[in-house]
């Protein structure tokens, strides 16, 4: 069993940056795709962005340009970089994994999750 552990959320002021890591338990070999979803208080968990193994993205169409997500595949680990950030950002952060090299988007096709990362922005 693979566990996911987010790390790098925080206070920021808006239009202030932070990027999040996750680092699987276990070293990944297999195709696997990453991808990072957030949830306000009292909203659905929505989904920000996901990368594949071979390098393929796909972001929520509103967050690009703000956000951008990455892997280094020697130190096992996937980031989430986030620019400009804004109260509306105010969330917490999940990283989630899955088995496969299609990126998906919804939180059904994820089997791994993280315990997420608190990300406030202020205004």
């Known amino acids: 069993q693979v566990q996911l552990v987010e790390s790098g959320g925080g206070l920021v002021q808006a239009g202030g940056s932070l990027r999040l890591s996750c680092a699987p338990s276990r070293r990944i070999f297999d195709d696997w795709v990453m991808g990072w979803f957030r949830q306000a208080p009292g909203k659905d968990r929505d989904f920000v962005a996901a990368i594949s193994w071979s390098g393929g993205v796909t972001y929520e169409e509103s967050l690009m340009g703000r956000f951008t997500i990455s892997r280094d595949n020697v130190k096992n680990t996937w980031y989430l970089q986030m620019n400009n950030l804004q109260p509306e950002d105010t969330a917490a952060y999940y990283c989630?994994?899955?088995?496969?090299?299609?990126?998906?988007?919804?939180?059904?096709?994820?089997?791994?999750w993280g315990q997420g990362t608190q990300v406030t922005v202020s205004s």
């Open positions: 989630a994994g899955r088995i496969g090299s299609v990126l998906q988007r919804t939180t059904a096709e994820y089997g791994y």
